[in-house]
């Protein structure tokens, strides 16, 4: 038992002790909120989209895709999201919208900051196509729900659909996932000076990325009602996996691409939720706080489920 959980903490340790030196960082104010936003977005628009260009440029895409995959991992999904807006409404006695925030903040995992660091340890180079192949598909699904969500309650106008397909249109991380399985099927393979820099910059998108994740807790927090931010850490960090390891277990699809749906699922509350708060104006306070929380307790969720995985 001892020799399980020392190779747990050998994957789980590392990604949440550099989360916890950004925070160290903000906290002592080594590094300042302009330089913060800086990493983040350098994270997001660069360093990360490089690493999934790089990773699925060279690796070998499956000649069919297991459908089982996806609909464990989605039906999870919504099914903590539907639980979430449901209990904010009758419960917790929010607004429309809000209730949508608090579902979205459920549904929606940190992949970029926590997911593609700790995923890629876990399972390496074997389970880094079924990471970005979900990344692809999950981040306009989960967010054209939300928005259809919030904006159903008032009538779907033009201009949402036209600032909609937009960020989804030029959001970097999903321009590096086209433009690498682009040159996967095109057999772009890079070289020399070229074939370094892509290394080096997709070598510095972990490390950048739980940086960033620590300075983003310090700024953000946990504050206001904390009932609501409980129950959305719970949805997010237990059930979803639960649901999404018991599909797992009846749905076709090879063990390695199981283990990382059941992972993708137990991953904090991502910052994506926190955005939507902002550009609505309602459910901040609640959707950072369920940034904070479960990535806090995700510390121990996550080797829980590495266990249950038999990962390590």
Known sequence: MLGILADLALIVLPVFGIVGVGYGAAKTRLISDSASDGLAEYVFSLAVPILIFKTLSESKLPDAQPWGYWIAYFSGAFAVFALAAVVAAKVFKRSHTEAVIHGFSAGQANTVFVGVPLILKAYGEAGAVPLFLLIAVHLPVMLVAATIAVEGGSGFSRATVKRLF?????????????????????????????KQVLDMMAASATPCALVSLGLALKRYGISGDLRPTVFISALKLIVHPLLVLGLTRILPMPPVWAGVAVLF???????????????????????????SLSTALGLFTITFWLYVLGVG
């Open 166 to 194: 937009r960020s989804l249109a030029f959001n970097p991380i999903l321009l590096g996932i086209y433009a690498g399985g682009i040159g996967r099927l095109m057999g772009f393979e890079a070289h020399g000076v070229l």
């Open 265 to 291: 699922a137990a991953m904090p509350c991502g910052i994506n939720a926190y955005l939507l708060a902002q550009r609505y104006g309602v459910g901040v306070g609640t959707s950072s706080s369920s940034v």
